[in-house]
């Protein structure tokens, strides 16, 4: 390996949304710096089932909105 030219490596601590803390190792910042976090995997719908939007504008939702009337679906 080539000295000289790869980040420095430290320890820093995550602060999560909702106040919890935990130390790692990081090339963010200096050494002892904070990382606060705005979305993490207690608060982010991918992880937590949050609200879910389904947009059907296929043909399908198209046959449904022309024929609805006619009691098919």
Not at 9 to 23: C, M, N, P, Q, S
Not at 25 to 39: H, K, N, Q
């Amino acid at each position: 390996m080539k000295k000289d030219i790869h980040p420095d490596y430290h320890e820093i601590t995550v602060v999560l949304t909702d106040g919890e803390e935990f130390k790692t190792r990081s090339t963010y910042g200096e050494p002892g710096a904070v990382l606060r976090l705005d979305i993490d995997p207690s608060t982010h719908p991918a992880w937590t089932g949050g609200p879910q939007r389904l947009l059907d504008t296929g043909r399908v939702a198209k046959f449904r909105n022309k024929f609805k009337g006619f009691g098919l679906g």
